[in-house]
Structure formats: C-alpha cells, structure tokens
C-alpha cells in the first residue's frame, strides 16, 4: 500500500487503498452540478482536496451533492495523493489553491498553520462544531488557539474483529480483559487457528498495537506527554507497555506465521487472513474500517460473520479508545474561500454527516448525528463507542508526530517496531532506540 514517505497517513483515511481493492478506481476530479433553482451560492465552485479514492471519494461526492443542493454551488473534488502536504505546497505555489483541504494527520495540520496557509473557521462553524463534537476535537484542530481544523471523518482504532465461527469452534467468548485476550488467544490456537493475524509490513498498525496499550496501562496524561516528545521513550511507563506488547509478539501460538511471517503480511493480507477463504487466524486487531475490508473484498457481513469487541483494558487501566480522523481546513490562497468556509459550515453539521452514514465506512465524531443514519449495527456500535469515549479519545499517536519518526517506511517508530516484532526479547533497549530516534526527528 504505497505510503508518501513524509506525510503517511493511517486510519480510516490512510487505508483508502485497501477498502477499495478489487474497486474500479473513481475517475479523478469531477464536479457537481447545482440543483436547478439557484441558492445563495449560484455561480460559485468550491475547490476540495482530500485524499479519498475509490468509495470513499465516490461516497463524499454525495456530501458536496447535498452542499450543492442546498446552495447552488458547484464542487469540484481534486484526489491529493497520499502526501498532501507536498500537494497543497506545490498548488500554493503554482497559484491554483484548493480552496478546502482534508487534512489527515494532526501534525501536518499544525505544519499548515505554522506556515500561515489556513484561514480560521468561521464563527458559524465554531459554534455548530461545538454543539456536536466533544472538546477533545476542537483541541486537535486548534493551533496557537486559533480554530482551523473541523474533523469531519473519524476512524475507531481500538477494535479487534473476529471471526464468529473460529470462536465457536474453540468454545470462547469476547475477551474483557489483556489477560483473556491471551488465554482466548491460546485457546483458538489449541483448536487450530492462531489468534492474531499481524500486519507487520505494514509498520503503521504495530504502532496501533503499542498506542493502544500504553493509553491503557500509561494513561491519558502521559499519553500526550509522549506524543509531544514530553516524556522520553526511555520511561519506565513506555519500557512496561512494549513488555506488554512483548507477551503477543513473542508467542508462536499467538501470531499467525510467527513473526516471519507476520513482517511478510500487509494490512489487506492480515484482514484476508481472518476473513478470506483460508482462514490462517481467529482475530485481527485494527480499526472499525477492517469491517469495511472484510465486506467488500471477503462478502462477510459486519455484526454477523465479521465481528468486533473492544480492546480490552490493561491490567488496572482503562479500556482504550484510540482515534483518526480527516480535518477540513479552508486555504487562505483559495479562489472561493468565503463560499469554501460556507461548505465547512455545512459539514459541522449532523445532516452532512447522515449523507454518508448511510453509504456505509464511515464514522462521525459528531454525538448528534442520528444513530439510525448508519447503515448497520456494527457501525452504530462503533460511532456510539467514538461518541461515548468524549474528551477520553486520544488521536493516534503516531499521526501527531513528526513524519520522519511517525509516519516514515523502513524508519523512526515503523522500522522500530518492526525490529521488536522479529526480536521482542529487550523491550529497554527497544525504548533506547525508540528514545534516540524520537529526540532527532523532533529535535529535543
């Protein structure tokens, strides 16, 4: 799955590619015709960049479909490539801006205000966003306390699906702690499946897999603390949770292919593994948009043959809920700014939200947005997670750093983890590397 090397992008976004393999590629571009009857934006054409592909560009066109029914205006939809930060510089500078951006990754949000490119959201869109998005979201879109970034999509990376019937066969249950996790895992083992398929080419999801825990077993507080740079990979807290992470890594029974085979597997493959033709494991553990894979590519049916649980709580701590999710941002070079703050106040609302609800792959951040709107039960029960978590959601960690240590193929905390899949017998010297790494892409 071709990353950009500098602005990977991972979560719901970042695996566009995967949801829509053995797709038809949508047609790049195209633009909406306004409803017949004018709106108070007949004449305009507002310009979005995103880098949805395939069904998700396809189901977001019916979003900009609604905005142009209810405004007269014109929309036209410009796929950015993975590397959006590279698209957006080289269109700002040619003079042919977007005028919205969907930004995937915190950090390169914070890259566009700090080089002043975004115009802050209007009151309008402050106002409608607060009364549907809990605090913690306007947060990750504010830099310097001015409010640029509206998340529109969300993703949900605290979930390990499964497959019903290898649960059957092995006579277990929904695990509701760490320590079940690993006897049910254990058990599918005796019963012939291995518990986990793990996507160790691709390094995005180990870096899923060590979030989760330490946001259990660490905490909120220290959780951001690390995501700064804050608190040195080198603590004691990062230490216990990649011991953690160890009692998975190290366990033939637990790992589909052990890790050899783990670090020959890609997201796709780990998802086809659980829910392909020859099941090779009994769970995979990623993002509520595994459901979305396991449907298109596999025929399984999410909340009956594809099924969820969430990740369970560490030892004492809490159940975590880690998140992505894509901001829209209105460019200061754009040609329609004014009309692309106008499509921004459209899609705080819960009735943008509802259009593609309905299409399905799709989560809303937004408490508001009606539960039935969702196409089925799987999702309403992950958007009903999302929403419940509130200000405890924390945005996956590795979207928040800087990209030659979160989001790099073959370097920083990918390269790492996949070192400490092959050999997880050091989990300190594991957190030495991470720490080195770590001080030199973020420059403290």
């Not at 998700?56 to 950015?80: H, I, M, R, W, Y």
């Not at 957006?88 to 801006?97: D, L, P, Y």
């Not at 277990?172 to 996790?181: D, F, G, M």
């Not at 995005?204 to 990979?233: C, M, P, V």
């Amino acid at each position: 799955m071709g990353r950009s090397s500098s602005t990977a992008r991972r979560g719901a976004a970042a695996i566009s590619t995967a949801l829509v393999l053995g797709l038809t590629a949508a047609a790049c571009g195209g633009s909406t015709e306004p409803a017949s009857g004018g709106g108070e934006l007949k004449g305009k054409t507002v310009t979005v960049a995103g880098v949805w592909t395939g069904s998700e560009q396809q189901n977001f066109k019916k979003v900009l479909d609604a905005f142009t029914a209810k405004t007269g205006a014109k929309t036209e939809f410009v796929p950015s490539g993975d590397n959006v930060s590279t698209f957006v510089g080289s269109k700002i500078e040619g003079g042919n801006a977007p005028d919205v951006v969907l930004v995937p990754q915190v950090g390169v949000l914070q890259q566009f205000a700090a080089k002043g490119w975004l115009r802050p959201l209007s009151e309008q869109t402050a106002q409608t966003a607060s009364a549907g998005l809990a605090p913690v979201w306007k947060n990750y879109g504010t830099v310097d306390n001015t409010y640029y970034g509206l998340y529109f999509k969300a993703a949900h990376k605290s979930t390990v699906w499964y497959s019903p019937a290898a649960f059957t066969q092995a006579g277990v249950a929904e695990p509701k702690t760490w320590a079940e996790l690993l006897t049910t895992g254990r058990s599918l083992a005796d019963a012939g499946l291995p518990a986990f398929a793990v996507a160790g080419e691709d390094g995005w999801t180990l870096t899923d897999w060590f979030e989760n825990i330490y946001l259990s077993t660490a905490g909120a507080e220290r959780y951001d603390q690390l995501a700064q740079h804050k608190l040195k990979w080198t603590d004691q807290s990062v230490v216990d949770a990649l011991t953690t992470l160890a009692e998975v890594f190290k366990d033939q029974q637990l790992v589909a292919g052990g890790a050899s085979g783990a670090l020959r597997t890609d997201f796709p493959a780990s998802v086809g593994q659980v829910f392909g033709p020859e099941p090779k494991a009994g769970m995979v553990f990623e993002g509520d948009f595994v459901g979305g894979v396991a449907k298109d590519q596999f025929g399984k049916k999410p909340g009956e043959d594809a099924k969820f649980f969430a990740f369970p709580p560490v030892g004492a701590g809490l159940s975590p809920v880690v998140s992505g999710g894509d901001a829209a941002v209105v460019l200061k070079d754009g040609k329609n700014g004014d009309a692309g703050m106008k499509l921004l106040e459209f899609l705080a609302t819960p009735e943008a939200a509802e259009v593609w609800a309905g299409a399905g792959g799709f989560l809303s951040p937004n408490k508001n947005v009606k539960p039935r709107a969702y196409a089925d039960d799987t999702a309403r029960a992950t958007a009903a997670s999302l929403v419940a978590a509130g200000d405890s959601v924390r945005f996956d960690m590795s979207d928040q750093a800087p990209a030659a240590f979160g989001g790099t193929k073959g370097a920083g905390e990918w390269k790492l983890l996949q070192d400490f899949l092959r050999d997880p017998s050091d989990p300190r010297g594991a957190a030495a590397k991470l720490e080195e790494a770590a001080a030199k892409a973020y420059g403290n």
